[in-house]
């Protein structure tokens, strides 16, 4: 079993739309939990990082975490297509690991 | 503009050519590492470095070496490359306050191709 596991998707979605992408994992030990977004042909862009669990707001996207549930989600609100492109989870407790990344499509 | 820069972009080697793909970061982080990213198993970190002369194995190290002479520079050399190594790489660093580690910058990556 993997640490962390991700959807690889593709999601396709409307202009407009509400995106939920999701991570689950399985060690107790992370602490720090981030959302990067990476278009093609680029290198990864840290978009949100949290500590513990809670929601954290920063524009159109809001990322949550459940430590109870191991559990995290990143939401995008009124999403463009300027936004596609892969969506990577990342945790680190002593080491950072991350998810297989989730490819979105965000159709105009 | 803060950046972290590798070169090359892109490389085409055969097995058991020694090679260094180089990183350079403007932004005096003391935190950089090494990732190398493969269809369906996303980023998996490679080495790390905390500081200067301060270097840890990642989570598939085997195959690669580093060092951190200067806080600037932390080159990836592959000492005998296979084809399994075929792969993108990616450097980053960032800086730190009491482990929690801020912003993270990519560099573009490196596309490795080894025949």
């Known amino acids: 079993q993997k640490e962390v596991e991700q959807d690889p998707g593709p999601l396709s979605v409307p202009e407009g739309a509400i995106v939920s992408l999701n991570c689950t994992y399985s060690?107790?030990?992370?602490?720090?939990f981030m959302w990067y977004r990476q278009y093609s042909r680029k290198g990864p862009e840290l978009l949100m990082y949290t500590y513990s669990s809670g929601n954290k707001e920063d524009g159109r996207f809001t990322a949550q975490v459940d430590k109870s549930s191991k559990y995290i989600s990143l939401f995008i609100r009124d999403s463009q297509p300027s936004d596609s492109a892969t969506y990577l989870c990342a945790m680190r407790g002593f080491k950072t690991i991350f998810g297989a990344g989730t490819r979105l499509f965000v159709k105009a | 503009e803060a950046q972290v820069t590798q070169n090359p972009r892109y490389l085409i080697t055969v097995t058991g050519k020694k090679l260094t793909v180089t990183c350079s970061q403007n932004m005096n982080h003391e935190y950089m590492s090494w990732y190398r990213q493969d269809p369906g198993l996303g980023l998996r970190q490679i080495y790390y470095?905390?500081?200067?002369?301060?270097?840890d194995k990642g989570d598939v190290p085997e195959g690669y070496k580093v060092s951190r002479k200067e806080k600037r520079n932390f080159p990836l050399i592959l000492e005998s490359p296979s084809p399994n190594q075929t792969s993108l790489y990616f450097c980053?660093?960032?800086?730190?306050?009491?482990?929690?580690?801020?912003?993270?910058?990519f560099g573009p990556g490196t596309r490795l191709l080894v025949l």
């Open positions: 060690n107790s030990a992370f602490q720090y």
């Open positions: 470095s905390m500081n200067v002369e301060v270097t």
């Open positions: 980053a660093s960032s800086s730190e306050t009491q482990g929690y580690q801020e912003t993270q910058y």
